[in-house]
């Protein structure tokens, strides 16, 4: 009968992905929809997996050296308007307040997009000297970009993010900067949310507004489509002299100081969903779910059997394991079906046969396999088992990478990967922007990255055939 | 030399105290002006004060069994306008967004002021049943208000808070809900943030656009206003009927749930300057501060200085007492003027001769005072210093407070305490609204509340001469 129920709930990922995507986010109550068209709620489930997914970052940057600041939330459009490439990218997008109280504003205000502009103008107030710099910073806030089509997580007109914004003494150290935080989201993504990355530079064409150059993190979903997990861009001095930010260096000159940025967004929840769930919900890397382990006593009417229960809990809080219990009324296999659905890791049955053998039963959110586990050293058996389960995930995700990206060498070659399998497609690219134009047009990919790790497939360009001597990674993208 | 330094930088409070509040948010780095009237910069220092007060709430109300969400930042004005006392508090003190994109809105939204109608929205989504009950809710975020004159932290357009919506099954236990996060904001203001407070009821004309009764928390600053330290409201099932969120009750009946919200903002750091800063800057409690102790090396070229005085630092660390060191080039006077400006708790300075005797100085900010610490159990005498200086500044808070509240029997009695000492008056109220603004008009004074420790000051109203049952706080309020 659960299983019955758990069929009804949700669609088939295999027959329609976007529609078992929305019923994953909602029935797992992640997301509930407000009165405005790309505007969510996020539900206490799903803001727990941010709440996780925030302490674990802002740990890392600040152990890198960088503070938390609050900037507003609005720019006045002159401001947006200084340098002239960033805004091109973030005008048509953004909302405009143009009222406050019962005035009309003497000049339009809009909700931050992202706050580059916000940054160079305090830090046109406050840099001076080389003593100033670096400045690293960061901020936790929402976004918001007028998008047409919207979808929870992928694509929303507000989105939960963070922002890092720092400023550098010299070229070298603001690109180390770029890098490093790159890394920090490779390390993330990989070690704690279970996806495995490409990690690259964007073209041209699909670099940040403004920046010189911007390196991402790139994930393959489920469903062999890309989604960029974590960007880091390197502006050089465009800004500085743009926003007019000058410092005195150790050599007593004036100069312009170099900027970064960085972020990462509630996106990579829409990653977690689209990169580990299955038909039956949601399936959460144990080291970012709100909840690891749930206990479900089993025959609860059964003398000892919820207290024996509550012993395990506490057993598993006490070893710092995030477990919740289940003692309501409903049966065992709607509980079942329902933790299956919010994806937690590890479920623990207790029953009075259980208690009788001094075990309880383990069963993997990710494979379903169970595991009879001795009550005796259970804390032990417990945190191996979320490693297993951790990097079980893992694997898999790393399986479908690998399985699923091919190299081409002809435009016919690429086309008929994306038309019979999908995934990610390798292929030597001579660099000019009409190349990547046809790429987009016949084969129906955009580039994600130029890899790091570069092959050499060729010498030719796989759209002109001119001399090539980079690897790009193509892909149908979020 | 350093002490004309200070002099220099800070305007005297006891001449101008809104001036030594502005001096100190900027020379403190707490605070930077944006390019917006009301929308201010917290900088890394201000950010990590809030930070703190975060960590500290949120952990308090999750114990409690409150969970975190995310609301969109935008309001549709006719969900705003859904409760009628609502939408006529806040309507004219909103930002309107008219346009997105390059397209004007069909319906304007106003970026939110407060939730309760976001939240209510959401509930009559997801509350069906009385198993649906309570909703016990809190987001940390920033909301908007299109205040006249504003000031950071006091009053801005801009401001971060945390806003606590819950919905319950009764009447009784909304009510109830509603004095206990009342009782939280009286622990957290007095045993965190050192500020005693005056706990009780606002009348009906102070109280929040839509509830049916409003609680608050009020301190004393230095200059003897009343600032409102945090608010929790009982609205009954107004909301709800509005709304039409109903649920089955157990026995089977349709019924509105009853709803409270309970806020604090960033306020509270103004409130934390002007209690507890003096003329060398701010002062902040250790419980709240985001650098407990400071160690600055005296004669730091001697051999073997920095060295001892990085050992302290890592001694203090390793006790989980938050400590930072300057080894900067700065003259040792420099240094104790720059951590006076922010407020350090605790100042340890380290010296050859110190070394020699197995010693160090403490400074306590609070008052001054200087105390030899033997280096040997350096940790235990540096806790206990930092308690004696958390419950010094509390205990002059208090001073404050008792000192300079006044019972007034007579409107001339009043005026004459506000016009030559000022303070908080209690006087007896007979309940009428007519009275309430004469004092305002004649006395200067406006209503802080009705406490809950009332007591029998006579039998008449300070304004009207009728009966009056209820003794009311008033002052002069931020």
Redesign the interface.
């Known amino acids: 009968m659960a299983k019955e129920k758990k069929v009804q709930q949700i669609t088939d990922m295999d027959v329609d992905f976007a529609q078992w995507f929305t019923d994953v986010v909602v029935k797992a109550g992640l997301v509930?929809y407000?009165?405005?068209k790309g505007?969510?709620?996020?539900?206490?489930y799903g803001?727990?997996i941010?709440?996780n997914i925030q302490a674990v970052l802002d740990r890392m940057f600040k152990d890198l050296g960088h503070?938390?600041?609050?900037?507003?939330?609005?720019i006045?459009e002159s401001?947006l308007q200084k340098e002239k490439d960033h805004v091109e990218g973030f005008a048509?997008?953004?909302?405009?307040?143009?009222?406050?109280?019962?005035e009309e504003l003497q000049e339009?205000?809009c909700?931050r997009p992202t706050s580059e502009t916000?940054f160079c103008?305090?830090w046109q107030?406050?840099v001076h000297s080389w003593r100033d710099l670096p400045m690293l910073?960061n901020q936790w806030?929402?976004v918001?970009r007028?998008e047409k089509t919207t979808r929870p997580f992928l694509r929303g007109?507000?989105f939960?993010w963070q922002e890092g914004h720092t400023l550098h003494r010299t070229a070298e150290e603001a690109e180390a900067e770029t890098q490093q935080m790159l890394n920090v989201y490779a390390d993330f993504c990989e070690n704690w949310l279970a996806m495995p990355v490409v990690k690259g530079r964007k073209t041209d064409k699909e670099k940040f507004a403004g920046a010189e150059a911007t390196y991402t993190v790139e994930c393959m979903m489920h469903d062999k489509k890309a989604l960029q997990s974590g960007t880091s861009h390197y502006f050089g001095d465009g800004f500085a002299r743009a926003f007019e930010i000058t410092f005195t260096d150790k050599d007593n000159t004036l100069k312009y100081p170099h900027q970064t940025s960085w972020g990462l967004s509630t996106r990579t929840i829409g990653g977690l969903i689209m990169t580990h769930g299955d038909n039956n919900g949601l399936v959460l890397p144990p080291k970012i779910a709100p909840t690891q382990v749930i206990v479900i006593p089993i025959a609860s009417h059964k003398p000892g059997v919820i207290e024996k229960a509550e012993e395990i809990l506490a057993k598993l809080k006490a070893a710092g394991i995030r477990s919740k219990i289940d003692t309501g009324d409903q049966s065992p296999g709607w509980k079942f079906a329902e933790y299956e659905m919010k994806g937690i890791p590890l479920r623990i049955e207790i029953g009075p046969r259980d208690m009788e053998n001094g075990q309880c039963m383990a069963v993997r959110r990710d494979n379903g396999e169970k595991i009879i586990v001795a009550l005796d050293g259970l804390e032990e058996s417990v945190a191996k088992l979320l490693d297993d389960v951790q990097n079980g995930l893992y694997e898999k995700a790393l399986r479908n990478l690998n399985e699923n990206t091919f190299p081409a060498s002809t435009m016919e070659e690429a086309k008929d990967i994306i038309d019979t399998k999908g995934g990610f497609i390798k292929t030597m690219w001579c660099g000019d922007l009409d190349c990547e134009l046809e790429m987009k047009e016949k084969v129906g990919v955009s580039s994600r990255c130029i890899p790091f790790n570069q092959e050499k497939l060729g010498d030719t360009c796989i759209c002109c055939g001119k001399p090539a001597d980079k690897m790009v990674v193509w892909g149908v993208a979020y």
């Open positions: 509930d407000s009165g405005i505007f969510y709620i996020l539900r206490p803001y727990a941010w709440e503070e938390n600041v609050s900037m507003p939330v609005l006045p401001l048509p997008e953004v909302a405009w307040v143009t009222h406050g109280g019962s339009r205000l909700v916000l103008d305090h107030h406050v910073y806030c929402s918001l007028w007109r507000e939960l």
